[in-house]
């Protein structure tokens, strides 16, 4: 859905083509410490924030309606910070 390099501070977007409805929402991916946090937004957003090494987390529950168009931004990066995102999967 997403594809690297995530920029610290330039939002991705991207189009869902799944039903509407509630999701649970996973990341793959590290962060720097400091602000490793991520926000994935559609009718609701949901944050998280990545490990120091890869691995996945839990963002939460989003709500989608047909065809939603997703989007991904950090969250308050510090200059020259850029998460490494692999996956994001609902």
């Known amino acids: 859905m997403f594809r690297q390099p995530l920029p610290g501070v330039a939002p991705l ?3 869902s083509c799944l039903p509407g409805g ?3 929402a996973w990341a793959y991916g ?3 410490p400091g602000h490793p ?4 937004c559609a009718t609701t957003c949901v944050k998280g924030a990545l490990p120091p090494t890869p691995g996945w987390i ?3 529950e989003i709500d989608l309606r047909d065809r ?3 989007l991904l931004k950090s969250w308050e990066p510090p200059d020259g910070h850029t998460p490494s995102l692999s996956a994001i999967v609902l």
């Open 13 to 15: 977007r991207a189009t």
């Open 30 to 32: 590290s962060g720097e």
């Open 22 to 24: 509630r999701y649970f």
């Open 37 to 40: 946090w991520i926000n994935l």
């Open 68 to 70: 939603h168009q997703l």
């Open 58 to 60: 839990l963002l939460g």
